[in-house]
């Protein structure tokens, strides 16, 4: 008797049939993309995005994708901080000059610590000094602690142990920079006309870090240092 080949048949096709991978649609990837950062608040990561679309989005150029369909219009896709987010292209700020409120202006004090310590960190009270050639009052490190650009990093491995500083994320957010790599080189400091006349030849723009792991020269800050009243104990040669 033959077998009944009518009952094999459908389980035969069955094995046979290729499976299908679901690939995520890229244009509603990059729609549900463009909504959450227009929505976000504060600059979204990579990381953060891929958490939200489909799954086997590609998230790295659905962001190519969206910085170059929005690179000619007024709002651009950029990266700051390592994070992306829509901000007025650059050309176009003069337009809204009139409708930004006007914010209080930090002291030419607190902007020249601010630049060293973007430029030399991680860099002590002691060292700011040494470099604007005059004394730091305690006023000015606060100010630029309660932006937010700027935090308390450790404790230098030196006599009196002072506190070093260093910037922060928002530092990069509120300047428009990737990484702190991006801030102005000798040349284009020189270009901008921040730096006049003959430079000398031995002199350089230095390279800094603002990684959180803590340098070789450097300690832990103590658990006591958090609180609001130690956050500035006296450094070396301080009051």
Do not use: C
């Not at 990093?153 to 910037?167: C, I, S």
């Amino acid at each position: 008797m033959l077998p009944d080949m009518q009952d094999e048949a459908p389980e035969a096709m069955e094995d046979e049939t290729p499976e299908v991978s679901h690939v995520p649609d890229h244009s509603e990837a990059m729609r549900i993309a463009e909504a959450l950062l227009f929505a976000s608040a504060a600059p979204l990561s990579a990381e953060e995005l891929a958490g939200r679309l489909p799954e086997g989005a590609d998230v790295e150029k659905i962001l190519q994708d969206l910085a170059e369909l929005y690179a000619l219009r007024g709002v651009n896709l950029v990266r700051v901080a390592g994070k992306w987010t829509f901000r007025t292209a650059s050309d176009l700020s003069f337009v809204l000059a009139r409708d930004v409120v006007e914010q209080r202006k930090l002291s030419r004090a607190a902007m020249e610590t601010l630049a060293i310590i973007a430029y030399h960190q991680p860099v002590t009270r002691a060292e700011i000094e040494e470099i604007r050639g005059v004394a730091t009052s305690k006023g000015t490190i606060d100010t630029l602690l309660e932006t937010g650009w700027i935090r308390l990093r450790g404790r230098r491995k030196a006599p009196g142990r002072p506190v070093t500083y260093g910037t922060t994320p928002a530092f990069l957010e509120h300047f428009g920079l990737d990484a702190i790599e991006d801030l102005p080189g000798l040349e284009e400091l020189k270009g901008a006309g921040f730096i006049e006349g003959r430079v000398p030849s031995d002199f350089s723009v230095p390279v800094p870090s603002d990684a959180d792991i803590l340098r070789e020269d450097e300690d832990p800050l103590e658990d006591d240092l958090l609180q609001p009243l130690d956050m500035h104990q006296t450094e070396a040669g301080e009051e």
